[in-house]
């Protein structure tokens, strides 16, 4: 069985190409014989890799697919197992599923209709007015045309797919509904880069007079539900000092409320970081914030990166939404301190507390880092995705 990995990646390469380097590495050394394809609008990174190609494409969606195919026709004589993370449905893609369908598997993060949705739902004058003055109007036309097509081509592409694979359970369920059959019955969540030594803190102290938290956006959503710590901190009337590192990029809805708030002084804002600045900062901190607010998607289940990732580093987590792999480890369990799923502002109180009984419970974050590499790393991950991938290659339908 040969698999080709692809990617369409119309950002900077350099957090992309290290997730799909190290999950082709995995596979290849778990048996996989499995070839790597970007296919993106900025070619500027040049592949170190062997098993890794990439094309560059036009803003036209269209010739995205007919990139691929090239590809395929010039280096398969048999169509390989497709498989790529699920890419928003037009008629461009239900062309390519008309011809290969049989041989695809996507991979879906997230009910996709409801967040593109999203962008709508919390939409409100003051954003719509922002973006005609600062010229991103564009940006909303492009998100009502991407909603737009996947209602109208979504359910036709997965109806004629192979497979799929969801993160979450309740992903899984959705994706089964919009495709009328069984398609996607196999669910395996995100995996951490664990091929890479990750530093981890000594240990978790007790909070007595500060409270330094992280949080890390890749790419700013409002399901983040950054907001609700944002407003915790207001709220708070206790003695500890709270500090939220904030790390990536911003809504501007976000700077709006902390200035509205005086709160600058509480929101260190750090911008964008690389992997080793990122590490630095995690071990200076009590907690990490994960996503508070999924449930705006509105999503119950998730299987977020960042919550992983802190993980791996001995961090205690900050979250909004169930994480059935991590909520079900009965050592993992003990490091998270969980909120309701709503638009409430979070209790701080009630955090450092939580925080001041994982300081005693003598579970230290190297134990906590172990058992994340066991469980999220992505050696384990590629074993579990070529299982599926066999599986899926072996079966007449998606009965399996």
């Known amino acids: ?10 950002m900077g390469l350099k957090g992309v190409f290290a997730k799909i380097t190290a999950t082709i590495d995995a596979l290849q050394n778990s048996g996989a014989q499995v070839h790597g394809l970007i296919v993106s609008s900025d070619k500027q990174s040049e592949v170190k890799h062997g098993s890794i190609d990439i094309i560059g494409f036009s803003k036209n969606k269209k010739t995205i697919f007919q990139e691929i195919e090239s590809f395929i026709n010039a280096n398969y004589q048999e169509c390989p197992l497709i498989y790529f993370r699920y890419p928003l449905a037009d008629k461009y893609l239900l062309e390519f599923v008309k011809k290969y369908g049989s041989r695809i598997v996507f991979e879906h993060n997230t009910i996709e209709e409801n967040e593109l949705q999203l962008y709508f739902k ?7 007015l922002y973006n005609l003055r600062h010229f991103n109007f564009s940006d909303l036309l492009m998100n009502y045309r991407l909603l737009l097509n996947e209602r109208k081509y979504g359910s036709k592409v997965l109806h004629l797919t192979k497979a ?4 979450t359970a ?17 669910v395996i969540g995100n995996a951490v880069l664990s091929n890479l030594t990750p530093k981890i803190k000594n240990n978790i102290e007790k909070i007595e007079n500060k409270l330094t938290c992280i949080f890390i956006a890749g790419h700013a959503n409002n399901w983040h539900g950054i907001d609700r710590a944002i407003c915790g901190i207001k709220n708070y009337k206790g003695k500890v000092k709270i500090r939220i590192i904030y790390v990536g990029t911003i809504l501007h809805t976000v700077k709006e409320m902390v200035k509205s708030l005086d709160l ?10 690389d992997r080793e600045q990122i590490e630095q900062l995690i071990l200076k901190s009590d907690i990490g914030i994960s996503t508070l607010a999924l449930h705006r998607i509105p999503l119950v289940q998730g299987s977020v990166l960042k919550t992983r990732e802190y993980l791996l580093h001995g961090l205690p987590i900050l979250i909004g939404y169930e994480d059935q792999e991590v909520e079900r480890d009965e050592l993992l369990s003990k490091y998270l301190v969980k909120v309701k799923a709503n638009d409430e502002a979070i209790d701080f109180e009630k955090v450092i507390n939580a925080l001041n009984e994982i300081s005693l419970s003598g579970i230290t974050p190297a134990q906590i880092s172990r058992k994340s ?7 384990a991950k590629a074993a579990e995705l070529k299982r599926i991938f066999e599986k899926i290659n072996n079966a007449d339908d998606i009965k399996i």
């Open 264 to 273: 600058a002084g509480s929101i260190d804002f750090v911008g964008i970081c």
């Open 164 to 167: 799929g694979i969801g993160v």
């Open 373 to 379: 590499c066991e469980e999220f790393g992505i050696k």
């Open 1 to 10: 069985m040969k698999i080709l990995f692809v990617a369409i990646a119309d």
């Open 122 to 128: 919390y939409y409100k004058l003051k954003d719509f």
């Open 170 to 186: 309740e992903i899984s369920e959705y994706e089964n509904k919009r495709a009328g059959k069984m398609y996607c019955n196999q």
